[in-house]
Nanobody, 127 residues
Framework: QVQLVESGGGLVQAGGSLSLSCAVS??????????MGWFRQAPGKEREFVAAINCFGTSTRYADSAKGRFTISRVNAKNTVYLEMNSLKPEDTADYYCSTDVNNCRISTSSQAYDYWGPGIQVTVSS
């Protein structure tokens, strides 16, 4: 069983920064064995890929909208994945979800590859 809990969301002005964290508790698969991803869903829109990181933390991938502004990282010893978001824009407003792919160390950008999801956390960027 895998449980994820996001933290760090909130309200920020455009141009500001937020850091999201996702704490993962596991009773089976080892956190360091699987890839992690961040997705987001804005009101009235479909869930979309934001960033992902492989199990070792050595490879990352970003949506075009996140490149150069967001950074995903992980600390396996802490069972935690992070999303540092800078230069935030109003269009970044969404619920952000972390997710795990317990079947793969490699990155996937498809939500269908991910097995477990956190409840989500709200990020609001005001103009």
């Amino acid at each position: 069983q895998v449980q994820l809990v996001e933290s760090g969301g909130g309200l920020v002005q455009a141009g500001g920064s937020l850091s999201l964290s996702c704490a993962v508790s596991v009773s089976g698969p080892v956190f360091s064995n699987y890839a992690m991803g961040w997705f987001r869903q804005a009101p009235g829109k479909e869930r979309e890929f934001v960033a992902a990181i492989n199990c070792f933390g050595t490879s990352t991938r970003y949506a075009d909208s996140a490149k150069g502004r967001f950074t995903i990282s992980r600390v396996n010893a802490k069972n935690t994945v992070y999303l540092e978001m800078n230069s935030l824009k109003p269009e970044d407003t969404a619920d952000y979800y972390c997710s795990t792919d317990v079947n793969n160390c490699r990155i996937s950008t498809s939500s269908q590859a991910y097995d477990y999801w956190g409840p989500g956390i709200q990020v609001t960027v005001s103009s």
